[in-house]
Protein backbone atom coordinates (compact mmCIF):
# COMPACT_ATOMS: atom_id res chain seq x y z
CA UNK A 1 0.00 0.00 0.00
CA UNK A 2 3.26 2.42 1.09
CA UNK A 3 4.60 1.47 -2.76
CA UNK A 4 1.02 2.46 -4.56
CA UNK A 5 0.41 5.86 -2.51
CA UNK A 6 4.73 6.72 -3.13
CA UNK A 7 3.71 5.90 -6.85
CA UNK A 8 0.43 7.87 -6.78
CA UNK A 9 1.98 10.80 -5.46
CA UNK A 10 5.28 10.84 -7.42
CA UNK A 11 2.61 10.86 -10.45
CA UNK A 12 0.65 14.24 -9.76
CA UNK A 13 4.17 16.41 -9.13
CA UNK A 14 5.10 17.94 -12.60
CA UNK A 15 9.00 17.52 -13.90
CA UNK A 16 11.70 19.97 -11.87
CA UNK A 17 14.61 19.39 -14.48
CA UNK A 18 16.34 22.29 -15.14
CA UNK A 19 16.27 24.22 -18.66
CA UNK A 20 19.54 24.67 -20.02
CA UNK A 21 19.92 28.53 -20.17
CA UNK A 22 21.43 28.72 -23.71
CA UNK A 23 21.14 30.98 -26.67
CA UNK A 24 20.11 29.15 -29.63
CA UNK A 25 20.17 29.17 -33.46
CA UNK A 26 17.89 31.69 -35.61
CA UNK A 27 15.18 30.39 -37.18
CA UNK A 28 12.38 32.44 -38.73
CA UNK A 29 11.38 33.98 -35.93
CA UNK A 30 9.97 37.24 -35.49
CA UNK A 31 10.80 39.94 -33.38
CA UNK A 32 9.36 40.08 -29.86
CA UNK A 33 9.11 44.10 -30.39
CA UNK A 34 8.32 44.71 -34.15
CA UNK A 35 7.50 41.80 -35.92
CA UNK A 36 9.97 41.46 -38.55
CA UNK A 37 11.82 38.17 -39.26
CA UNK A 38 15.17 38.24 -36.79
CA UNK A 39 16.97 36.38 -39.30
CA UNK A 40 16.48 38.97 -41.92
CA UNK A 41 17.46 42.05 -39.81
CA UNK A 42 21.30 43.13 -40.30
CA UNK A 43 23.56 42.32 -37.25
CA UNK A 44 23.70 42.70 -34.30
CA UNK A 45 20.70 40.91 -33.20
CA UNK A 46 19.73 39.27 -29.59
CA UNK A 47 17.81 36.64 -27.86
CA UNK A 48 15.94 36.31 -24.23
CA UNK A 49 15.19 33.47 -22.19
CA UNK A 50 12.35 33.99 -19.69
CA UNK A 51 11.95 31.70 -16.55
CA UNK A 52 9.00 29.60 -18.34
CA UNK A 53 11.63 28.55 -20.75
CA UNK A 54 10.02 30.76 -23.63
CA UNK A 55 12.48 32.47 -25.73
CA UNK A 56 11.88 35.98 -27.30
CA UNK A 57 13.69 36.81 -30.41
CA UNK A 58 15.06 40.43 -31.42
CA UNK A 59 16.23 42.04 -34.30
CA UNK A 60 18.22 44.67 -32.56
CA UNK A 61 19.92 45.66 -28.93
CA UNK A 62 17.44 47.95 -29.09
CA UNK A 63 14.73 45.64 -29.31
CA UNK A 64 16.56 43.78 -26.79
CA UNK A 65 16.56 47.18 -24.66
CA UNK A 66 12.43 47.52 -25.06
CA UNK A 67 11.50 43.82 -24.47
CA UNK A 68 13.46 43.95 -21.01
CA UNK A 69 11.75 47.23 -19.88
CA UNK A 70 8.31 45.92 -20.34
CA UNK A 71 6.81 43.24 -17.87
CA UNK A 72 6.68 39.89 -19.52
CA UNK A 73 3.64 37.14 -19.05
CA UNK A 74 6.69 34.67 -18.92
CA UNK A 75 8.27 35.39 -16.05
CA UNK A 76 12.03 37.07 -15.64
CA UNK A 77 14.68 36.60 -18.09
CA UNK A 78 17.20 33.79 -17.24
CA UNK A 79 19.21 34.99 -20.25
CA UNK A 80 20.08 37.53 -22.95
CA UNK A 81 22.65 37.42 -25.55
CA UNK A 82 23.64 39.69 -28.48
CA UNK A 83 25.57 38.33 -31.47
CA UNK A 84 29.05 39.30 -31.71
CA UNK A 85 30.36 41.88 -34.20
CA UNK A 86 33.56 41.39 -36.07
CA UNK A 87 36.34 44.41 -35.59
CA UNK A 88 36.75 46.38 -39.10
CA UNK A 89 33.86 45.89 -40.03
CA UNK A 90 31.52 48.93 -41.10
CA UNK A 91 28.11 48.56 -39.54
CA UNK A 92 26.49 49.34 -42.79
CA UNK A 93 28.39 45.77 -44.30
CA UNK A 94 27.69 43.56 -41.36
CA UNK A 95 24.67 41.49 -43.43
CA UNK A 96 22.41 38.91 -42.03
CA UNK A 97 25.00 36.17 -41.54
CA UNK A 98 24.69 34.07 -38.60
CA UNK A 99 27.20 35.39 -35.80
CA UNK A 100 28.55 33.63 -32.42
CA UNK A 101 26.20 34.50 -29.17
CA UNK A 102 27.46 36.60 -25.86
CA UNK A 103 25.79 36.66 -23.11
CA UNK A 104 24.97 40.51 -22.73
CA UNK A 105 26.31 41.07 -19.93
CA UNK A 106 29.57 39.98 -21.06
CA UNK A 107 29.52 42.20 -24.21
CA UNK A 108 31.03 45.47 -24.54
CA UNK A 109 28.84 48.11 -26.56
CA UNK A 110 29.24 51.17 -28.98
CA UNK A 111 27.08 53.90 -29.07
CA UNK A 112 26.47 57.00 -31.27
CA UNK A 113 27.22 55.69 -34.63
CA UNK A 114 24.70 56.68 -37.26
CA UNK A 115 23.89 53.69 -39.17
CA UNK A 116 21.23 53.90 -41.79
CA UNK A 117 18.50 51.45 -42.20
CA UNK A 118 18.04 50.44 -39.01
CA UNK A 119 15.09 51.14 -36.82
CA UNK A 120 15.88 52.89 -33.44
CA UNK A 121 19.33 53.55 -32.00
CA UNK A 122 22.27 51.23 -32.85
CA UNK A 123 24.08 49.38 -30.56
CA UNK A 124 26.69 47.56 -31.62
CA UNK A 125 28.32 44.77 -29.55
CA UNK A 126 31.69 43.29 -29.34
CA UNK A 127 33.48 40.35 -27.54
CA UNK A 128 36.00 42.72 -25.31
CA UNK A 129 36.15 46.74 -24.49
CA UNK A 130 39.54 46.93 -26.38
CA UNK A 131 37.63 45.28 -29.86
CA UNK A 132 34.65 48.13 -28.99
CA UNK A 133 37.29 50.87 -28.52
CA UNK A 134 39.00 50.30 -31.33
CA UNK A 135 34.98 50.39 -32.91
CA UNK A 136 34.05 53.36 -31.25
CA UNK A 137 37.35 55.30 -32.73
CA UNK A 138 37.35 53.77 -36.08
CA UNK A 139 33.03 54.56 -36.08
CA UNK A 140 33.36 57.67 -34.34
CA UNK A 141 31.41 56.60 -31.35
CA UNK A 142 31.58 56.24 -27.56
CA UNK A 143 32.00 52.85 -25.81
CA UNK A 144 29.57 52.02 -22.87
CA UNK A 145 28.35 49.16 -21.49
CA UNK A 146 25.31 46.60 -20.43
CA UNK A 147 24.70 48.23 -16.68
CA UNK A 148 24.52 51.71 -19.19
CA UNK A 149 22.53 50.69 -21.31
CA UNK A 150 20.15 48.83 -18.95
CA UNK A 151 20.53 52.03 -16.26
CA UNK A 152 19.23 54.49 -19.17
CA UNK A 153 15.57 54.23 -20.61
CA UNK A 154 15.46 52.24 -24.00
CA UNK A 155 14.68 54.98 -26.29
CA UNK A 156 17.90 57.04 -25.26
CA UNK A 157 21.55 56.70 -25.17
CA UNK A 158 23.63 56.71 -22.19
CA UNK A 159 25.63 59.79 -21.92
CA UNK A 160 28.52 60.10 -24.12
CA UNK A 161 31.90 60.42 -21.79
CA UNK A 162 33.54 63.40 -20.77
CA UNK A 163 37.21 63.36 -21.87
Same mark, same amino acid.
Given at each position: ?48 ? %? ?5 ? =? ?8 ? %? ?5 ? =? ?79 ? =? ?8
Amino acid at each position: MTSLLVLVLACGQRSTSPVEVVPVELGLEECAVCGMVVREQPAPRAQVM %HRDGTRA =HLCSIGDLRA %HLASPSP =HGKALGAWVEELPTGTAPDALGTAPRPWLAAEAASYVVGVPRPAVMGEPVLSYATPAQAAEAAATLGGWTTTWAALQATPF =HELPSRPVD
